[in-house]
């Protein structure tokens, strides 16, 4: 029974909305689209507003004090608003275009400075011979042979010492927690 009495009252608000979609239609569109600066945003506001027409379409062909009109646009402005506030309240999109994708990302500054710590930690464990072979070659950027004139000591002996105290150094940084040196 009550499908019945819901039918006809469905269909009456869909003749309204019919009816006030020509009758304001334009207007409430050039409304919109001044409102929103958007074609598109504005004919998804009037289609909403219209939505809304349907659902209270008993208030609006009862016995009302105001115009249809008015109505229509009071919901268009306040749509518009909501969508404004709604859109200010989340953070703004960011396209991902190829300038983005090819920017370079910074590297954090305090990741570097834990890194420092952590080697220099490893570092410690290590005997001076080991310790000044690293500094020499890794730290001043020497070679070989300079660092093996800075230190008095053979070329070989330079080679050598950097291969243990680089195994030693990782034996250091990996039973501190830190796999970083390969």
């Known amino acids: 029974m009550a499908i019945g009495r819901g039918r006809p009252k469905r269909a009456a608000a869909e003749r309204l909305v019919e009816q006030l ?26 289609q909403e507003t219209l939505v ?8 609006l062909t009862g016995d009302r004090r105001g115009s249809v009109r008015g109505w229509l646009l009071t919901v268009v402005r306040n749509l518009v608003t909501d969508r ?3 859109r200010a309240s989340r953070p703004p999109e960011v396209a991902e275009g190829p300038e983005t994708l090819a920017a ?7 990741q570097g400075v834990v890194d420092s710590m952590t080697v ?12 000044d072979v690293l500094v ?5 950027g020497r070679s070989v042979a300079e ?11 330079v080679k ?9 150094l990782r034996a250091a940084m990996v039973s501190g927690g830190t796999e970083a040196v390969r």
């Open 21 to 46: 979609h020509a009758e304001h239609g334009r207007s409430l569109l050039a409304y919109a689209t001044r409102l929103t600066g958007d074609r598109a945003a504005a004919e998804d506001v009037v």
């Open 52 to 59: 809304r027409a349907w659902k209270h379409a008993d208030d």
């Open 84 to 86: 404004a506030r709604a």
């Open 104 to 110: 370079p990302v910074a590297r954090d500054h305090a």
């Open 120 to 131: 220099l930690g490893a570092l410690e464990a290590l005997s001076q011979e080991h310790r």
């Open 136 to 140: 020499e070659i890794y730290y001043r």
């Open 147 to 157: 660092a093996a004139e800075m230190l008095g000591v053979a070329p070989g002996t």
């Open 160 to 168: 050598s010492r950097s291969y243990y105290a680089l195994r030693a």
